[in-house]
């Protein structure tokens, strides 16, 4: 059975940073691109960044572009958002998720595991 844990999720001012991290179990994390998504409350889910199987191609969304920074480590089969310059509409619940292929997607339908996510709020 796949798992997906997030954790590092908090309260932090504007302008502030987290490092989010997602511990993977269940499959060969290696073989798979991992995403992370957010949603904001009354809002769908969005996607925010991306990396294929061996790190070597990573996809962000525009808004995030230049503050956040997607990275993994194969051999701890764990994924990091690390989050830099936090802005108050960044705040909203942080999934990971398991892509079905080594591909850095970023639609949702291309990821079939997910984890149960982290909060991650930022007061202005």
């Known amino acids: 059975q796949v798992q997906l844990v997030e954790s590092g999720g908090g309260l932090v001012q504007a302008g502030g940073s987290l490092r989010l991290s997602c511990a993977a179990s269940?499959?060969?994390?290696?073989?798979?691109?991992m995403g992370w998504f957010r949603q904001a409350p009354g809002k769908e889910r969005e996607f925010v960044a991306a990396?294929?199987?061996?790190?070597?191609?990573?996809n962000y969304a525009d808004s995030v572009k230049g503050r956040f920074t997607i990275s993994r480590n194969n051999a701890k089969n764990t994924v990091y958002l690390q989050m830099n310059s936090l802005k108050p509409e960044d705040t909203a619940v942080y999934y990971c998720?398991?892509?079905?292929?080594?591909?850095?997607?970023?639609?949702?339908?291309?990821?079939?595991?997910w984890g149960q996510g982290t909060q991650v709020t930022v007061s202005s």
């Open positions: 998720a398991s892509g079905d292929d080594y591909v850095a997607a970023d639609e949702q339908y291309e990821y079939d595991y």
């Open positions: 269940g499959r060969t994390f290696s073989r798979y691109a």
């Open positions: 990396i294929s199987w061996n790190g070597g191609s990573t």
